[in-house]
């Protein structure tokens, strides 16, 4: 089973190892298995000073026609379910609003209606309405989560189950999980920020690992680093470094760490955090002037060797495995910032 935790700790749930995240709109957030399909899963989350927020808005759900109130786990949600057909194929939406306090979560899961794995097959949609799970714990088998008798819908309503929803004042602690799409693109952008760089300076573009390693040195030592990027410039070259490894690294792989307002990718060796690569070069970048690549190298690699403390503590002054800061915003990138970073 995988983790999902939502950018600033609103909510989390557990979904099935072969689904990832992929990109969707603003603030929503979309799960499927990309290898077999077996339907498209929706999660988004709104919040309000009142803590009444939550009742009021499955109050107004439920005058929506077509809903009716349907407990899911732990939760007491209004639910509703809509067919639409696209290039020949009948499928249906189902949605569920969940209020808890000063947030509001509302989920949706399309699926082939009838599904194909299911009893299902045959039936009719109002059937279905009037067979959603009042205990889809049920659906849990020895903590995975299971198709169980009723198709993909099965499925959505255990995720659901192992939904978590925190109020403002709440928050995450140590927590690993697989990285988020809002890391990954961040990732990506400081990735063709550094690489721009590179062609302004010097004419270069990344190419084998050795070749980029030392083209990331010499950018270390420019100043138009910098004066272009501020003190994102570590963060950002950090990030930079980490996925070169990446690629040339069987093993290594990025997962997001969150704990409290700290939420930032990490490079995972396994169950091991090697490297946090948002302090490889500093808090604030100062140790660009006078880094060794090499050197920053040789310790990831010492741990990746070591492995004998998973998930250390985010404690001391180790660059490698020191807290990570708090991401810079990718609209940032690319130009000159006097801000702080914070950690």
């Known amino acids: 089973m995988k983790k999902f935790i939502s950018p600033g700790s609103w909510f989390a749930f557990d979904y099935p190892e072969e689904w990832f995240e992929f990109s969707e709109e ?5 799960f499927y298995n990309p290898e077999k399909w077996d339907g498209n899963f929706r999660i988004s989350a709104y919040r309000d000073a009142s803590s009444a927020f939550g009742d009021s808005m499955m109050r107004q759900a ?4 077509g809903t009716k109130p349907a407990k899911v786990g732990r939760w007491e949600t209004v639910y509703s379910a809509e ?4 290039q020949l194929v009948e499928y249906v939406t189902h949605r569920w609003t969940i209020g808890c306090g000063q947030t509001c979560v509302e989920c949706s899961f399309t699926e082939e209606w009838p599904p194909s794995n299911s009893p299902s097959k045959g039936r009719t949609l109002a059937s279905l309405q009037d067979e959603v799970p009042d205990n889809p714990e049920a659906l849990l ?35 690993y999980i697989p990285v988020r799409v809002s890391e990954v693109e961040l990732i990506e952008s400081c990735y063709a920020t550094v690489e721009e760089l590179g062609m302004k300076l010097f004419k270069e573009r990344f190419r084998d690992f ?10 270390a030592l420019r100043p138009e680093l910098t004066k272009q990027l501020g003190t994102d410039a570590g963060a950002v070259m950090g990030m930079v470094l980490c996925t070169l ?10 997962n997001t760490f969150v704990n409290g307002k700290v939420e930032a990718p990490v490079l995972m060796y396994g169950d091991t955090c090697v490297a946090r690569p948002m302090l490889l070069f500093g808090k604030h970048g100062e140790l660009l002037a006078e880094a060794e690549i090499t050197d920053i190298i040789e310790e990831i690699h010492e741990r990746m060797e070591g492995g004998t403390h ?30 702080e970073a914070a950690c």
């Open 310 to 339: 998973p998930n250390p503590p985010c404690e001391g002054g180790d660059a490698v495995i020191a807290e990570p800061q708090v991401l810079p915003h990718r609209e940032d990138l690319g130009r000159s910032s006097d801000k």
């Open 141 to 175: 088998i020895e903590g995975e989560l299971s198709v169980g008798l009723r198709g993909s819908i099965g499925l959505a309503n255990a995720i659901i189950a192992s939904l978590e929803i925190l109020q403002p004042r709440d928050s995450f602690r140590n927590q």
């Open 26 to 30: 603003p603030d929503c957030f979309l």
């Open 62 to 65: 439920l005058k929506m026609p």
């Open 245 to 254: 490894l990446t690629e040339s690294i069987e093993g290594l792989e990025w």
């Open 83 to 86: 067919p639409f057909t696209e």
């Open 210 to 219: 050795d070749y980029n390693v030392r083209l990331l040195q010499k950018i």
